[in-house]
């Protein structure tokens, strides 16, 4: 699977940002999908996963009430808006794929459970 994002930039301090990924596999609806983040000097962090099938969701408490994450199956696609955006948000934002059976048997929040990864878009919130 390969993921190509998009959509990064430089942002003032409460702006909006929208994150696309898309995905080149024809059996994406088998993929829970989520958004990670990385600043400099930092280990990469969860930020939200939507599931393959239900549309089931988890956020960071950092950007829950700020971000969405949404994914559109016919299009391959996985979104990230970002709402209200502060300078601490400023990262490298990737999105990764994770095999639906690997959402029961391990912990989606956890960077080592994805099974592919795109090549990250930079993300910069100034105050």
């Known amino acids: 699977v390969q993921l190509q994002a998009s959509g990064g930039g430089l942002v003032q301090a409460g702006g909006s940002l929208w994150l696309s990924c898309a995905a080149s596999?024809?059996?994406?609806?088998?993929?829970?999908m989520g958004w990670f983040r990385q600043a400099p000097g930092k280990e990469r962090e969860f930020v939200a996963v939507?599931?393959?099938?239900?549309?089931?969701?988890d956020y960071a408490d950092s950007v829950k009430g700020r971000f969405t994450i949404s994914r559109d199956n016919a299009k391959k696609t996985v979104y990230l808006q970002m709402n209200s955006l502060k300078p601490e948000d400023t990262a490298v934002y990737y999105c990764?794929?994770?095999?639906?059976?690997?959402?029961?048997?391990?912990?989606?929040?956890?960077?080592?459970?994805?099974?592919?990864w795109g090549q990250g878009t930079q993300v910069t919130v100034s105050s």
């Open positions: 990764a794929a994770l095999y639906w059976a690997r959402w029961y048997s391990g912990n989606p929040e956890e960077p080592s459970e994805y099974n592919y």
């Open positions: 596999e024809r059996t994406f609806s088998n993929y829970a």
């Open positions: 939507i599931s393959w099938s239900d549309g089931s969701l």
